[in-house]
Protein backbone atom coordinates (compact mmCIF):
# COMPACT_ATOMS: atom_id res chain seq x y z
CA UNK A 1 0.00 0.00 0.00
CA UNK A 2 1.43 3.42 -1.20
CA UNK A 3 2.32 5.37 2.36
CA UNK A 4 -0.03 8.54 2.31
CA UNK A 5 1.65 11.44 4.46
CA UNK A 6 -0.27 14.79 5.42
CA UNK A 7 1.36 17.88 6.34
CA UNK A 8 0.01 20.16 8.94
CA UNK A 9 1.28 23.65 8.29
CA UNK A 10 2.46 26.35 5.56
CA UNK A 11 5.72 27.91 7.36
CA UNK A 12 9.57 27.54 6.21
CA UNK A 13 10.04 24.43 7.90
CA UNK A 14 6.63 22.75 6.93
CA UNK A 15 8.07 23.85 3.25
CA UNK A 16 11.10 22.02 3.67
CA UNK A 17 9.98 18.86 4.82
CA UNK A 18 7.56 18.79 2.11
CA UNK A 19 10.73 19.94 -0.34
CA UNK A 20 12.31 16.60 1.49
CA UNK A 21 9.55 14.33 0.91
CA UNK A 22 8.73 14.52 -2.39
CA UNK A 23 12.76 14.59 -3.52
CA UNK A 24 12.34 11.50 -2.07
CA UNK A 25 12.30 8.55 -4.50
CA UNK A 26 9.88 6.35 -2.17
CA UNK A 27 6.33 6.12 -3.48
CA UNK A 28 4.05 7.81 -1.62
CA UNK A 29 1.25 10.19 -1.81
CA UNK A 30 1.72 14.01 0.23
CA UNK A 31 -1.47 16.21 1.29
CA UNK A 32 -0.65 19.69 2.44
CA UNK A 33 -3.04 21.84 4.76
CA UNK A 34 -2.22 25.50 5.33
CA UNK A 35 -4.24 27.74 6.89
CA UNK A 36 -3.86 30.63 4.28
CA UNK A 37 -6.13 30.48 1.30
CA UNK A 38 -3.96 33.31 -0.95
CA UNK A 39 -0.99 31.12 -0.04
CA UNK A 40 -2.95 27.57 -1.61
CA UNK A 41 -4.00 29.42 -4.73
CA UNK A 42 -0.44 30.82 -5.40
CA UNK A 43 1.14 26.90 -5.06
CA UNK A 44 -1.79 25.77 -7.21
CA UNK A 45 -0.60 28.14 -9.69
CA UNK A 46 2.92 28.66 -9.92
CA UNK A 47 4.29 25.74 -7.85
CA UNK A 48 5.97 28.06 -5.01
CA UNK A 49 4.97 29.47 -1.32
CA UNK A 50 4.73 33.07 -2.24
CA UNK A 51 5.51 33.37 2.09
CA UNK A 52 8.42 31.04 2.38
CA UNK A 53 11.56 29.49 0.82
CA UNK A 54 9.71 30.90 -2.60
CA UNK A 55 12.94 29.12 -4.51
CA UNK A 56 11.25 25.50 -3.18
CA UNK A 57 9.02 24.37 -6.22
CA UNK A 58 6.16 22.64 -4.61
CA UNK A 59 5.60 18.99 -6.62
CA UNK A 60 2.13 18.08 -4.52
CA UNK A 61 -0.62 17.80 -6.52
CA UNK A 62 -3.04 20.92 -6.79
CA UNK A 63 -5.98 18.47 -5.65
CA UNK A 64 -3.63 17.48 -2.62
CA UNK A 65 -4.07 21.23 -0.54
CA UNK A 66 -6.22 22.80 0.96
CA UNK A 67 -7.44 24.87 3.44
CA UNK A 68 -10.05 22.13 5.55
CA UNK A 69 -7.85 20.27 7.81
CA UNK A 70 -9.91 17.32 8.86
CA UNK A 71 -10.17 16.67 4.93
CA UNK A 72 -6.83 16.50 4.81
CA UNK A 73 -6.32 14.24 8.05
CA UNK A 74 -8.69 11.99 6.38
CA UNK A 75 -6.53 11.34 3.71
CA UNK A 76 -3.61 10.23 5.44
CA UNK A 77 -1.95 7.38 7.77
CA UNK A 78 1.09 9.78 8.38
CA UNK A 79 0.22 13.22 9.88
CA UNK A 80 3.20 15.55 10.18
CA UNK A 81 2.12 18.37 13.13
CA UNK A 82 4.59 21.48 12.14
CA UNK A 83 3.05 24.99 13.08
CA UNK A 84 3.96 27.25 16.09
CA UNK A 85 3.43 25.45 19.19
CA UNK A 86 1.34 28.44 20.30
CA UNK A 87 -0.95 27.76 17.55
CA UNK A 88 -1.46 23.94 17.72
CA UNK A 89 -4.61 23.71 19.69
CA UNK A 90 -6.04 26.42 17.63
CA UNK A 91 -5.05 24.43 14.56
CA UNK A 92 -6.07 20.95 15.53
CA UNK A 93 -9.56 22.30 17.23
CA UNK A 94 -11.85 21.22 14.52
CA UNK A 95 -9.92 17.21 15.06
CA UNK A 96 -11.09 15.11 17.47
CA UNK A 97 -9.67 11.88 19.21
CA UNK A 98 -11.53 9.53 16.06
CA UNK A 99 -10.30 11.65 13.57
CA UNK A 100 -6.60 10.80 14.54
CA UNK A 101 -7.30 7.33 15.60
CA UNK A 102 -5.08 4.43 14.14
CA UNK A 103 -2.99 7.04 12.48
CA UNK A 104 0.84 7.75 13.53
CA UNK A 105 1.24 11.55 14.48
CA UNK A 106 5.29 13.15 13.80
CA UNK A 107 6.24 16.26 15.00
CA UNK A 108 7.99 18.38 13.54
CA UNK A 109 7.21 21.56 16.13
CA UNK A 110 10.00 22.83 18.06
CA UNK A 111 7.81 24.06 21.01
CA UNK A 112 5.86 23.62 24.17
CA UNK A 113 1.98 24.25 23.76
CA UNK A 114 1.45 27.53 26.20
CA UNK A 115 -0.67 26.92 28.93
CA UNK A 116 -0.80 23.20 28.69
CA UNK A 117 2.99 23.34 29.44
CA UNK A 118 3.44 20.38 27.57
CA UNK A 119 5.98 18.89 24.95
CA UNK A 120 3.99 18.31 21.52
CA UNK A 121 4.21 14.33 22.27
CA UNK A 122 2.59 14.22 25.26
CA UNK A 123 -0.28 17.11 24.99
CA UNK A 124 -1.27 14.39 21.45
CA UNK A 125 -0.96 11.67 23.55
CA UNK A 126 -3.23 13.17 26.46
CA UNK A 127 -5.55 15.42 24.27
CA UNK A 128 -6.10 12.87 21.16
CA UNK A 129 -5.10 9.55 22.97
CA UNK A 130 -2.92 8.52 20.76
CA UNK A 131 -0.11 5.82 22.09
CA UNK A 132 3.41 7.18 22.44
CA UNK A 133 5.13 4.59 20.47
CA UNK A 134 2.89 6.06 17.37
CA UNK A 135 3.97 9.65 18.44
CA UNK A 136 7.76 10.27 16.30
CA UNK A 137 9.38 13.68 16.53
CA UNK A 138 11.33 15.21 13.95
CA UNK A 139 14.66 16.79 15.16
CA UNK A 140 18.15 18.51 13.62
CA UNK A 141 20.32 19.82 13.31
CA UNK A 142 18.62 21.26 10.03
CA UNK A 143 17.62 24.73 8.79
CA UNK A 144 14.89 25.12 6.56
CA UNK A 145 16.68 27.44 4.38
CA UNK A 146 19.85 25.07 3.91
CA UNK A 147 17.41 22.11 3.22
CA UNK A 148 15.86 24.74 0.34
CA UNK A 149 19.75 25.16 -1.06
CA UNK A 150 19.86 21.18 -0.86
CA UNK A 151 23.31 21.60 1.39
CA UNK A 152 23.85 18.75 2.98
CA UNK A 153 21.84 18.62 6.23
CA UNK A 154 21.42 15.83 9.07
CA UNK A 155 17.90 14.57 10.84
CA UNK A 156 16.92 12.47 13.65
CA UNK A 157 13.83 10.68 13.47
CA UNK A 158 12.88 9.52 17.31
CA UNK A 159 10.41 7.29 18.29
CA UNK A 160 9.75 4.75 21.16
CA UNK A 161 9.01 1.94 18.51
CA UNK A 162 12.26 2.63 16.49
CA UNK A 163 11.31 0.19 13.73
CA UNK A 164 8.64 3.24 13.24
CA UNK A 165 11.36 5.76 13.12
CA UNK A 166 12.85 3.68 10.55
CA UNK A 167 10.33 3.79 8.12
CA UNK A 168 9.04 7.32 8.51
CA UNK A 169 13.36 8.34 8.08
CA UNK A 170 13.14 6.31 4.75
CA UNK A 171 10.80 8.32 3.52
CA UNK A 172 13.24 11.72 3.95
CA UNK A 173 16.37 10.70 2.80
CA UNK A 174 17.71 11.85 -0.35
CA UNK A 175 21.23 13.28 -1.55
CA UNK A 176 21.30 16.24 0.84
CA UNK A 177 19.67 14.44 3.45
CA UNK A 178 20.56 11.96 5.82
CA UNK A 179 18.39 10.66 8.21
CA UNK A 180 19.83 8.69 11.78
CA UNK A 181 16.87 6.89 14.41
CA UNK A 182 16.36 7.12 18.24
CA UNK A 183 14.13 5.96 20.69
CA UNK A 184 14.24 8.75 23.06
CA UNK A 185 11.43 11.03 21.97
CA UNK A 186 11.59 12.87 25.44
CA UNK A 187 14.93 13.62 25.01
CA UNK A 188 15.21 14.92 22.02
CA UNK A 189 11.87 16.90 22.11
CA UNK A 190 12.60 18.86 25.17
CA UNK A 191 16.25 19.32 23.65
CA UNK A 192 15.00 20.90 21.05
CA UNK A 193 12.54 23.27 23.30
CA UNK A 194 16.01 23.97 25.04
CA UNK A 195 17.86 24.68 21.94
CA UNK A 196 15.66 27.85 21.02
CA UNK A 197 15.70 28.91 24.44
CA UNK A 198 19.70 28.71 24.28
CA UNK A 199 19.56 30.55 21.27
CA UNK A 200 17.96 33.21 22.05
CA UNK A 201 20.66 33.72 24.98
CA UNK A 202 23.22 33.63 22.29
CA UNK A 203 21.18 36.30 20.57
CA UNK A 204 21.16 38.41 23.74
CA UNK A 205 24.92 38.32 24.70
CA UNK A 206 25.81 39.19 21.12
CA UNK A 207 23.25 42.26 21.28
CA UNK A 208 25.04 43.90 24.47
CA UNK A 209 28.34 43.51 22.73
CA UNK A 210 30.08 39.60 24.38
CA UNK A 211 32.32 38.18 21.79
CA UNK A 212 32.60 35.27 20.42
CA UNK A 213 35.02 33.76 23.57
CA UNK A 214 31.94 34.52 26.07
CA UNK A 215 29.46 32.74 23.24
CA UNK A 216 31.82 29.50 23.54
CA UNK A 217 31.55 29.27 27.44
CA UNK A 218 27.77 30.06 27.41
CA UNK A 219 27.17 26.67 24.51
CA UNK A 220 29.39 24.65 26.67
CA UNK A 221 27.30 25.33 29.81
CA UNK A 222 24.26 25.30 27.92
CA UNK A 223 24.40 21.77 26.55
CA UNK A 224 25.32 20.78 30.21
CA UNK A 225 21.58 22.55 31.28
CA UNK A 226 19.94 20.63 28.46
CA UNK A 227 21.59 17.48 29.87
CA UNK A 228 20.68 17.89 33.56
CA UNK A 229 17.16 19.08 32.77
CA UNK A 230 16.50 15.88 29.91
CA UNK A 231 18.02 13.72 32.18
CA UNK A 232 15.69 14.36 35.11
CA UNK A 233 12.56 14.23 32.90
CA UNK A 234 13.52 11.18 31.46
CA UNK A 235 16.75 9.20 32.40
CA UNK A 236 17.47 6.94 30.01
CA UNK A 237 20.72 5.82 28.71
CA UNK A 238 21.49 9.34 26.10
CA UNK A 239 24.89 10.54 24.67
CA UNK A 240 24.34 14.57 25.22
CA UNK A 241 26.98 15.10 22.06
CA UNK A 242 24.53 13.23 19.34
CA UNK A 243 23.77 15.96 17.02
CA UNK A 244 19.86 15.99 17.89
CA UNK A 245 21.23 17.35 21.20
CA UNK A 246 24.81 19.54 20.52
CA UNK A 247 24.42 19.75 16.74
CA UNK A 248 21.00 21.01 17.15
CA UNK A 249 22.21 23.56 19.78
CA UNK A 250 25.01 24.54 18.09
CA UNK A 251 23.79 25.50 14.68
CA UNK A 252 20.52 27.08 16.15
CA UNK A 253 23.14 29.51 18.44
CA UNK A 254 25.09 30.20 16.14
CA UNK A 255 22.96 30.19 12.89
CA UNK A 256 22.74 33.25 10.72
CA UNK A 257 19.48 31.72 9.64
CA UNK A 258 18.27 31.12 13.41
CA UNK A 259 15.08 32.99 13.98
CA UNK A 260 15.64 32.37 17.90
CA UNK A 261 19.26 33.75 17.54
CA UNK A 262 18.26 36.98 15.82
CA UNK A 263 15.05 37.65 18.24
CA UNK A 264 17.34 37.72 20.75
CA UNK A 265 19.98 39.86 19.39
CA UNK A 266 17.37 42.41 18.52
CA UNK A 267 16.49 42.06 22.36
CA UNK A 268 20.26 43.01 23.50
CA UNK A 269 20.07 45.82 21.50
CA UNK A 270 17.38 47.37 23.06
CA UNK A 271 13.92 46.19 21.25
CA UNK A 272 10.73 45.84 22.79
CA UNK A 273 9.81 41.89 22.61
CA UNK A 274 6.15 43.23 20.51
CA UNK A 275 8.73 45.38 18.60
CA UNK A 276 10.90 42.46 18.10
CA UNK A 277 8.14 40.28 16.84
CA UNK A 278 6.51 42.54 14.68
CA UNK A 279 10.31 43.53 13.02
CA UNK A 280 10.67 39.63 12.20
CA UNK A 281 7.50 38.37 10.67
CA UNK A 282 8.24 34.75 12.59
CA UNK A 283 7.84 33.09 15.22
CA UNK A 284 10.83 32.66 17.88
CA UNK A 285 9.79 29.72 19.40
CA UNK A 286 12.10 30.33 22.06
CA UNK A 287 10.25 33.41 23.46
CA UNK A 288 6.71 31.64 24.22
CA UNK A 289 9.43 28.03 25.65
CA UNK A 290 11.25 29.62 28.04
CA UNK A 291 8.09 30.65 29.94
CA UNK A 292 6.42 26.90 29.56
CA UNK A 293 10.23 25.73 30.85
CA UNK A 294 10.34 27.52 33.50
CA UNK A 295 6.35 26.77 34.68
CA UNK A 296 7.67 22.60 33.83
CA UNK A 297 10.92 23.35 36.36
CA UNK A 298 9.42 24.39 39.11
CA UNK A 299 8.60 20.73 39.52
CA UNK A 300 11.84 19.52 38.45
CA UNK A 301 14.26 22.15 40.24
CA UNK A 302 16.87 21.78 37.71
CA UNK A 303 19.52 24.59 37.97
CA UNK A 304 19.36 26.32 34.77
CA UNK A 305 20.68 29.87 35.43
CA UNK A 306 20.65 30.57 31.04
CA UNK A 307 17.13 29.90 30.60
CA UNK A 308 16.59 31.83 33.78
CA UNK A 309 17.88 34.38 32.87
CA UNK A 310 16.27 34.58 29.54
CA UNK A 311 13.13 34.52 31.44
CA UNK A 312 14.11 36.93 33.46
CA UNK A 313 14.70 39.38 30.50
CA UNK A 314 11.83 38.28 28.20
CA UNK A 315 8.61 37.96 31.30
CA UNK A 316 10.29 40.15 34.07
CA UNK A 317 11.85 43.17 32.08
CA UNK A 318 15.31 42.70 33.63
CA UNK A 319 18.10 44.92 32.00
CA UNK A 320 19.81 42.65 29.35
CA UNK A 321 22.86 43.68 29.98
CA UNK A 322 22.46 43.56 33.99
CA UNK A 323 21.21 39.98 33.45
CA UNK A 324 23.94 39.01 31.29
CA UNK A 325 26.70 40.51 33.87
CA UNK A 326 25.22 38.49 36.49
CA UNK A 327 24.78 35.41 34.45
CA UNK A 328 28.66 35.47 33.79
CA UNK A 329 29.69 35.14 37.23
CA UNK A 330 27.35 31.85 37.11
CA UNK A 331 28.99 30.42 34.20
CA UNK A 332 32.20 28.05 33.96
Known amino acids: MIPKIAMIGGGSWATAIIKMLTDNLTEKEIFWWMRNEEAIDHIKAFKHNPNYLSSVEIKVPANHISSNIAEIVKQAEYIVLNV ?19 KKIISAIKGIVPEENLIIGEYINQKFNIPLSDILVISGPCHAEEVALEKLSYLTIACMDVSLASDFAGFLGTRYIKTNVSDDIFGTEYAAVLKNIYAVASGICHGVGYGDNFQAVLISNAIREIKNFVDAVHPIDRDINESAY ?57 DMPISKAVYNILYKNSSPILEMKMLTEKLN
Open 84 to 102: PAAFLKNTLKDINADDLKG
Open 246 to 302: LGDLMVTAYSQFSRNRTFGNMIGKGYTVKSAQLEMNMIAEGYYAVNCMDFINQKYQV
